[in-house]
């Protein structure tokens, strides 16, 4: 009978306390990823954590698993070459919304056009919260941060609408504040084939949600939950309400071949191919 | 195609290829880019075959860091660019030495800054190989200056990179990457090919950054039992974050001490025509084989000149360099730059020897009227 593997074996527990701010929502995404190989029953030797530069950039330092702490925005290109050296092994991929979506924003939408078999997990808190809380690509238009005291001038980008549009296999949105969903989707998301996504609309109390959300930090889990609709709920709202609200679920769910599986399905030695040396 | 039997006249780029899969490259990842695709090309055609990956990033920063990835996945890993595109691996190549990731990085040199004059020769990379990448650190950059080098100092980059967990630059240049010269590969089986050193230790034991006798970690793989944390960040033996002022320190100290300790040991040089002269030539690549000729050209005119080439440019062989400076009436440095080397021969200079530059940087394989007027100016 084989030895069960509690979330415990994934998490460094030694590690605690966590470095985030009380209220931010990645020690809830970081359970959840290590309950998810808890109940996949992964071996921590065959996952590798592949994590950018940020807040959520720090998530290896509480994993037991294999990991890779990178250079900023470059979590998803450091995985592919983690996955081409070693097909067997799973790989994910922890980025905040700055460090995927501006600095990594071109590995991100190739890793999805490719669709190479990674996990990405975003923690997406509108803002760059390591640095002191400047607006980022997924940063609302008109929302306020230290870098936009009056207000963004640039629309956010759509993350999971971009990754379906990118070519991903799985998509999802999900919120710090649905634990369950978020959990689901994880697990889900790291048994798929192909690249997968889940963003995890995230609280920032310190930095985002001071500016932009009024109340506590309670108060800012509770807008997660009155912030966010299923798509069927969302589809029935008509454009003024839209505005309002988000879309939480499962939103691509599909078997396109992955990176490895086309490659490898081709036949090597073609002489056809290309000129040969010494030919000149 | 298959790997090409007998004497063959082949290009210095495809002589790399051959040199990385033969020293166990399996993963090439790279970016398109002049003069040195047909490495790509050569990758992207035979790689398969010996169930390796070719895989094209979506650009230079992507490319080294997918290369990093494998190697820590325990696959020989290896990338292929030109100017631009090493400019762009400088941030990663940072993250290669800090976290110890054998792997190798051809940059086939051409004119620079920016676009430069596309796609002529130049050796004008050389600080950018030693310093490129922000903060201290060591680097290994060997420099072939024939197609058989370009094969054999491929394989020797790797085995450098594996001996000593560090990414090792081949400095190639448009002239030796796009030549044609005769070369016969030799039999896999009779080349000594280096491996990294696994740990001996149990994985409950194993720390992923605890230095060997010789200041370099074994190495596990990413999916092997003994568990590997690469950090970016500040790291103690375990891999894992450590911002305390000696953690830094002893880090520092040690991917120094790794290299440079073992500077004779990577030390590669050659030594062309008379033991004593009035003029000694310093060069590498490219510029070194006009210098070969020169030294005839020059003892037409009655002047006694020889030709020291380095074939390892980093580590510094400063003491090698020291002793010629100590031999011979004066220097010429020929280069196809303003002097970067010329800098690196000045500062090991005890001696005072008058050091000139040769200097060639017009888009073109430097000339010998060049040389030659670095010569007799030398010895006016």
């Given at each position: ?7 415990r ?16 929502g ?83 939408i ?27 690509p ?37 919120t710090a504040?649905h634990?369950?969903?978020?959990k ?45 609709v ?31 599986n ?7 030695g ?11 | ?23 166990g ?40 860091a ?17 100017g ?32 430069g ?21 060591s680097?290994?950059?060997?420099a ?16 450098l990179s ?7 630059i ?62 970016s ?23 120094k ?21 009035e003029?000694?030539?310093?060069s ?24 020291l ?12 360099v ?13 280069e ?9 021969v ?8 008058p ?26």
């Amino acid at each position: 009978m084989a030895v069960n593997l509690g979330y415990r074996e994934y998490f460094k527990s030694d590690a605690m306390p966590l470095m985030w701010c009380s209220g931010c929502g990645n020690g809830i995404i970081l359970r959840a990823i290590t309950e998810s190989l808890s109940d996949l029953q992964l071996p921590p030797h065959q996952v590798v954590v592949s994590t950018g530069i940020g807040c959520w950039g720090k998530a290896d330092d509480y994993m037991k698993t294999h990991a890779f702490h990178g250079s900023h925005g470059r979590a998803l290109a450091f995985g592919t070459g983690i996955k081409l050296g070693n097909p067997d092994l799973h790989v994910i991929a922890l980025m905040g919304d700055g460090d995927a979506l501006a600095i990594g924003g071109n590995h991100f939408i190739h890793a999805a056009r490719r669709n190479m078999d990674v996990t990405a997990i975003i923690s997406n808190n509108f803002n760059y919260g390591m640095t002191g809380g400047q607006y980022s690509p997924t940063t609302p238009l008109s929302s306020k941060t230290t870098t936009s005291p009056m207000g963004v001038a640039e629309p956010g980008f759509d993350v999971c609408a971009l990754s379906e549009i990118c070519g991903a296999n799985y998509v999802a949105r999900t919120t710090a504040y649905h634990v369950t969903q978020m959990k689901k989707f994880i697990t889900a998301a790291l048994q798929k084939k192909g690249f997968s996504v889940v963003e995890v609309i995230n609280t920032c109390p310190t930095h985002f949600g001071k500016r932009n959300i009024p109340g506590d930090t309670a108060s800012m889990m509770k807008h997660l939950k009155d912030t966010t609709v299923s798509k069927t709920r969302y589809d029935k709202l008509n454009d003024e309400e839209k505005h309002n609200y988000m879309v939480t679920g499962e939103l691509v769910n599909r078997q396109r071949p992955d990176f490895l599986n086309v490659y490898k399905g081709y036949k090597p030695g073609d002489p056809e191919a290309a000129g040969g040396e010494g030919q000149k | 195609m298959s790997r090409p039997e007998g004497i063959q006249l082949m290009e210095g780029n495809h002589a790399c290829a051959w040199g990385a899969i033969d020293a166990g490259a399996r993963i090439f990842a790279g970016y398109p880019i002049t003069p040195s695709s047909e490495i790509a090309e050569v990758c992207a055609r035979e790689l398969p075959a010996y169930g390796g990956i070719y895989i094209q990033m979506e650009d230079e920063i992507g490319s080294i860091a997918a290369v990093i990835g494998a190697s820590l996945s325990g696959k020989k890993s290896f990338t292929a660019t030109s100017g631009p595109g090493f400019s762009l691996m400088q941030e990663n190549l940072g993250v290669g030495i800090y976290q110890e990731v054998p792997c190798v990085i051809v940059n086939i040199q051409r004119v620079g800054p920016a676009t430069g004059l596309a796609t002529k020769p130049a050796q004008a990379d050389i600080m950018q190989a030693r310093w490129g990448t922000h903060g201290d650190h060591s680097i290994i950059a060997l420099a072939p200056a024939t197609v058989e080098e370009m094969y054999y100092l491929t394989i020797r980059a790797f085995n450098l990179s594996e001996r000593f967990r560090i990414p090792v630059i081949l400095l190639g240049d448009q002239v030796i990457g796009q030549l044609y010269e005769n070369i016969k590969l030799p039999d896999p089986e009779s080349l000594e090919i280096v491996e990294r050193k696994k740990p001996v230790v149990t994985p409950e034991e194993f720390y992923p950054y605890q230095p060997d006798e010789n200041g370099v970690p074994p190495m596990a793989a990413y999916g092997d039992r003994h568990i590997v944390h690469a950090s970016s960040t500040c790291h103690d033996l375990t891999g894992f974050s450590n911002f305390k002022a000696q953690t830094n320190r002893a880090l520092l100290t040690r991917l120094k001490d790794k290299i440079y300790n073992y500077t004779d040991e990577i030390t590669d040089v050659e030594h062309f025509g008379p033991d004593d002269a009035e003029v000694t030539l310093i060069s590498f690549g490219a510029s070194s084989r006009v210098c070969k000729y020169v030294v005839g050209e020059a003892e037409k005119e009655g002047i006694r000149v020889n030709l020291l080439r380095l074939i390892s440019i980093w580590p510094f062989p400063d003491q090698v360099v020291q002793e010629a400076l100590g031999k011979t009436g004066a220097v010429v440095v020929a280069e196809m730059n303003q002097g970067q080397l010329t800098g690196e021969v000045n500062r090991v200079n005890v001696t005072n020897t008058p050091v000139h530059l040769a200097s060639g940087i017009d888009g073109e394989l430097i000339s010998p009227d060049i040389i030659m007027t670095g010569i007799r100016e030398a010895v006016k």
